[in-house]
């Protein structure tokens, strides 16, 4: 189900997508196309494998069948110098930033650009400024440790690395689990100013229906191993299936203003 407009052509295009762990099969024939500029938002129950999904799309698991296509190239069939300029259009957020403990806040930020291009020491470090300040960070922050933050501050560092190289598509892997409501709302605004401002493309793992209600063009649903329904979040509100409705319909739903 998918009530969008034609876009033209998707720059990523996953097709017969299959990933198991020994035994058990997290993903079988999932299909799933993105397109540019657009805000799509990955839900489903625990263990459906959404995070499973998002790494197999940049690399990090190959799937044992199917395909995965980013701008028409498949990341695991790419030689090093390929997969690395493909590597430098998409920028990732992890759970929690995963930030290296051991390094400040600039310091994380220039690791893509150390390990991507060939810059001065001064001109990282206002790079590395630049960054900061675009996420909402005090000037103060890089030079801290990521011990030395709160957990938002540690996901707005890690969303500063993430578009270090001014990336075109962002990946974000539950930006606002274990933010309070505040601190959420917030980091949904960010995320929306961003993507605005930056032309960017955003592949947003979440369970946030607030995040999904505020930030996202469309939502593709995980559930029996494969992608269920594809649209809007009201194709979302009319489609017929248990979890969906649970999910959409439920008590969290109408906190959050959906289908009321």
């Known amino acids: 189900m998918d009530r969008v407009a034609d876009r033209g052509e998707p720059i990523i295009s996953v097709r017969g997508l299959c990933n198991a762990f020994g035994s058990q099969i997290v993903h079988d024939n999932l299909d799933l ?25 940049i690399g990090l698991i190959k799937p044992i069948a199917g395909e995965v296509r980013m701008y028409g190239l498949d990341p695991h069939e790419l030689d090093p110098e390929k997969a690395m300029e493909l590597d430098c259009r998409w920028g990732v957020l992890f759970q929690d930033g995963a ?13 893509p650009l150390r390990e991507h291009a060939v810059l001065s020491d001064l001109l990282m470090d206002e790079l590395a400024a630049l960054k900061i300040r675009m996420v909402g960070l005090p ?18 560092a890690g969303l500063a690395r993430a578009i270090a190289l001014d990336p075109d598509i962002l990946f974000l892997d539950e930006p606002t689990a274990g933010l309070d409501p505040i ?25 946030d229906l607030d995040t999904l209600h505020s930030v996202c063009d469309r939502i593709a649903v995980l559930a029996d191993q494969r992608v269920l329904a594809v649209g809007t979040l009201e194709d979302m509100l009319e489609f017929d299936h248990p979890w969906v409705r649970e999910y959409f319909h439920g008590p969290r739903s109408r906190a959050a203003g959906i289908g009321v």
């Not at 930030?99 to 690791?111: D, P």
């Not at 103060?140 to 707005?156: D, N, Q, V, Y």
């Not at 601190?183 to 369970?207: E, M, N, P, R, Y």
């Open 139 to 156: 000037e103060i922050s890089a030079t801290k440790l990521p011990g030395e933050l709160s957990g938002g501050m540690r996901k707005r």
């Open 99 to 111: 930030l290296f403990t051991s390094l400040n806040v600039a310091e994380n930020i220039q690791v």
């Open 33 to 57: 196309d993105v397109y540019a500029g657009e805000i799509i938002g990955i839900v489903g129950g625990s263990g459906t494998g959404k995070s499973v999904l998002l790494k197999s799309i």
């Open 183 to 207: 601190g959420a709302a917030a980091f949904d605004t960010l995320i929306k100013q961003l993507q605005q401002s930056l032309g960017l493309t955003v592949f947003l793992v979440t369970h």
